[in-house]
């Protein structure tokens, strides 16, 4: 019902960039020329570091204003587009990574529910359109973790690593984990953790963006 809106509205309705809330320019994709142009500025120029992951990848500095507006529009206005698109000029812009497959940073069920997608797997299908490698959805998320806050500092450690699965053995397989921002990494350092006990032999994680 609300993608029919959606639609129905954009065919009526003069398009507007999600972010600049200004008209869009023709031949511009999901945002703004000016927007762009930004979003390019925003380049992060140094790496982060996953303790886990054999190598991090990161395109934009979560500092931004716009990348900050760009992350909040896809995940609370449900542009899954800008998401995708994203993704591909991500892989534009960086190294295509050796690896076997890409593995999206999963969402709690809940949030996909509502979100009705999950923007690491669109971004995901950006970046695999442009490097034709395939996605590949090996990490879960369990529905009941143990709460927290009742357990002990090591046991949390423990539980933080340990938050995600992987059903199915990933013997030999090189992969990237990917997702929309990295802050303290202990998402992606978790993603990680579940795929080198699987089997892995080489496990990168890359993210849109870093930062605070
Ligand atoms: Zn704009």
Redesign the pocket.
């Known amino acids: 019902m609300y993608q029919l809106t959606q639609s129905m509205m954009a065919a009526l309705l003069p398009e507007i ?6 008209l ?1 320019q023709q031949h ?1 994709e999901s ?6 142009h ?1 979003l390019h500025l925003s380049r992060q120029v140094e790496g982060f570091i996953v303790n886990l992951a054999s190598e991090t990848t990161v395109w934009l500095s979560y500092d931004s204003a ?1 990348v900050k507006a760009c992350m909040h529009a896809i995940k609370f206005n449900h542009l899954e587009q800008l998401a995708f698109t994203l993704g591909r000029c991500f892989a534009h812009n960086v190294n295509k990574p050796a690896v076997d497959a890409l593995v999206p940073v999963p969402l709690s069920w809940r949030r996909q529910y509502f979100r009705g997608f999950n923007q690491a797997e669109a971004i995901a299908r950006g970046a695999s359109s442009v490097w034709d490698l395939p996605v590949k959805h090996l990490i879960h998320r369990p529905k009941h973790g143990k709460a927290q806050a009742k357990l002990a500092m090591t046991a949390r450690l423990q539980s933080s690593l340990d938050r995600y699965q992987c059903p199915e053995a990933v013997d030999g397989q090189r992969l990237l984990v990917m997702d929309d921002t990295a802050t303290s990494g202990s998402t992606l350092n978790a993603c990680a953790h579940t795929l080198w006990t699987s089997g892995a032999s080489w496990v990168s994680v890359a993210a849109l963006a870093h930062g605070a």
């Open positions: 960039c999600p972010l600049c809330k200004q869009k511009a945002i703004c020329h000016a927007c762009w930004e716009v």
